[in-house]
T-cell receptor
Framework: AQTVTQSQPEMSVQEAETVTLSCTYD???????LFWYKQPPSRQMILVIR??????QNATENRFSVNFQKAAKSFSLKISDSQLGDAAMYFC?????????????FGDGTTLTVKP | NAGVMQNPRHLVRRRGQEARLRCSPM?????VYWYRQLPEEGLKFMVY????????ESGMPKERFSAEFPKEGPSILRIQQVVRGDSAAYFC?????????????FGEGSRLTVL
């Protein structure tokens, strides 16, 4: 079974600065998808960014980018120019593909605080 | 609102009562997932359903918990004889098809409090 580990329960960043959230995972599969979700205080989870394992190029979405290291099974999220609205809990998630596609496995989350 | 709809948003039950949580997936989605989030913890998978079929229930407790997704109507997560340890936020997510590799679309969650 796949596992996802987020080793930073809490992180803080100064507004306009850059912060990196860590995520590692364990799998024996060669093809899969990785996600970062954001859960703001309103509690609805929303997608931040998605990475296909077969792609070597790191995904980017505006101020959000990932550092995907497949061999190391690492998938960190970098938030540049942090804004107050980025304060939330961030979850890393793993999803199988093909016939195994189904549930996503989530890490325990990292609570990000943005200081003005 | 075309998003995933969950109700009730908040539910209070006394120990021994039953809790029913409902989830209507996004329009056009036929796959539903239930997750549980205990306080200060991550999301733990419970069950994955397609209409009229349970695909994966590996995360469901063996007793007191059941889920269904009928041909018509919302998906329902049912917890019988609730205990204090069942207090949590229960999230529903949906996806459009089997083998979907995109993101899950989440509802706002149902917070169950057991007194």
């Amino acid at each position: 079974a796949q596992t996802v580990t987020q080793s930073q329960p809490e992180m803080s960043v100064q507004e306009a600065e850059t912060v990196t959230l860590s995520c590692t995972y364990d799998t024996s599969e060669s093809d899969y998808y990785l996600f970062w979700y954001k859960q703001p205080p309103s509690r609805q989870m929303i997608l931040v960014i998605r990475q296909e394992a077969y792609k070597q190029q790191n995904a980017t979405e505006n101020r959000f980018s990932v550092n995907f290291q497949k061999a190391a099974k690492s998938f960190s999220l970098k938030i540049s120019d942090s804004q107050l609205g980025d304060a939330a809990m961030y979850f890393c998630a793993y999803r199988s593909v093909g016939s195994n596609a189904g549930k996503s496995t989530f890490g325990d989350g990292t609570t990000l605080t943005v200081k003005p | 609102n075309a998003g995933v709809m969950q109700n009730p948003r908040h539910l209070v039950r006394r120990r021994g009562q039953e809790a029913r949580l409902r989830c209507s997936p996004m329009k056009g989605h036929s796959h539903v997932y239930w997750y549980r989030q205990l306080p200060e913890e991550g999301l733990k998978f419970m069950v994955y359903l397609q209409k009229e079929n349970i695909i994966d229930e590996s995360g469901m407790p063996k007793e007191r918990f059941s889920a269904e997704f009928p041909k018509e109507g919302p998906s329902i997560l049912r917890i019988q004889q609730v205990v204090r340890g069942d207090s949590a936020a229960y999230f529903c997510a949906s996806s459009p098809q089997a083998g979907w590799t995109g993101e899950l679309f989440f509802g706002e969650g149902s917070r169950l409090t057991v007194l």
